[in-house]
Each structure stands twice: as C-alpha cells, then as structure tokens.
C-alpha cells in the first residue's frame, strides 16, 4: 500500500540563488503525484514541503540529497507526517 505522506525537508549548503526551488519543483512535478512548495528560509536553508505517494516523496528526498542539483547540498534534514492538504500543485515560495 502506498498511502500519501507529507514530507518536510530542511536543505542546508549553498542552495540559494542558484534555482535550487526552481529545480525542486520541476523534479516533483517530473515525478508526478505531490503537491507542496520549495521555500528560501531567512537561514540559508531551502524547507521542501510535498505530499504524495510514499514512494514518490522519497523520490524527491532521494534527489535532494544524492540527486543532480544545482548548488551545493550539505545535508538534508527530514520528517514525516499525515498530508493537511490545501496546496493548488507544487509551487516556490
């Protein structure tokens, strides 16, 4: 059974102003199923929310921390959780 989660991923490194969002959220929607958004924080790091297939949320973290971005990742920081909804597909904030 592959019910829907949500994923909320922390990305640290050298991941703003390089398209890092616009990246994230061409791959999400490349593997199709999530909703959510890519967001700067005022840290440094990217925050990833989607929701979605199990599968396809562990997907998208596979990519964000072995994957082809642009930038530099230094490491992902992740929780699981139950989807709340309310998202109109996958966005950059």
């Known amino acids: 059974m592959n019910k829907n989660v949500r994923l909320t991923a922390w ?3 050298h991941v703003q102003g390089v398209g890092f969002r616009w990246f994230t959220r061409a791959n999400a929607l ?5 909703i959510g958004f890519a967001s700067n924080l005022a840290d440094g790091r990217v925050q990833v929310v989607a929701e979605g ?4 949320c562990e997907q998208l973290l596979d990519w964000l921390r072995d994957g082809d971005t642009p930038g530099r990742v230094d490491g992902v920081t992740e929780i ?4 709340r909804g309310g998202y109109d597909g996958f966005e950059m904030r």
């Open 11 to 13: 990305v640290r490194g």
């Open 30 to 34: 490349a593997i199709g199923d999530l």
């Open 80 to 83: 699981w959780g139950v989807p």
């Open 53 to 56: 297939p199990r599968t396809h």
